[in-house]
């Protein structure tokens, strides 16, 4: 499964809304307790074809999980949208 944004940039990006990303994310929380693991993060980030999705994955949480409980929780989805559109090519736009 893919990441199903609006489009694709010319320069490769997906484009979506922070809530498209959201969403999209929280279909990974495969045990539903309302927090993405470093293993849903690697499904999710595997998912989109990117390469080292278990090294991706890693520095993701490391970058996201500001409580470093393990988890990204709701509070800390915003880091890791961040961090998508840096290092993931996900390119965030607002209507």
């Given at each position: 499964?893919?990441?199903?944004?609006?489009?694709?940039a010319?320069?490769?990006e997906?484009?979506?809304?922070?809530?498209e990303?959201k969403?999209?994310?929280?279909?990974?929380?495969?045990?539903?307790?309302?927090?993405?693991?470093?293993?849903?993060?690697?499904?999710?980030?595997?998912?989109?074809?990117?390469?080292?999705?278990?090294?991706?994955?890693?520095?993701?949480?490391?970058?996201?999980?500001?409580?470093?409980?393990?988890?990204?929780?709701?509070?800390?989805?915003?880091?890791?949208?961040?961090?998508?559109?840096?290092?993931?090519?996900?390119?965030?736009?607002?209507?």
């Amino acid at each position: 499964m893919a990441i199903k944004s609006r489009s694709i940039a010319s320069d490769g990006e997906r484009v979506m809304t922070t809530e498209e990303l959201k969403k999209w994310l929280k279909k990974f929380d495969t045990d539903k307790d309302g927090r993405i693991s470093k293993e849903e993060l690697r499904q999710a980030i595997r998912a989109t074809g990117e390469r080292f999705a278990t090294f991706k994955s890693r520095r993701a949480l490391q970058s996201a999980d500001v409580n470093q409980d393990g988890y990204i929780g709701e509070e800390e989805l915003d880091n890791l949208v961040e961090f998508a559109q840096k290092h993931l090519g996900v390119k965030i736009i607002q209507f």
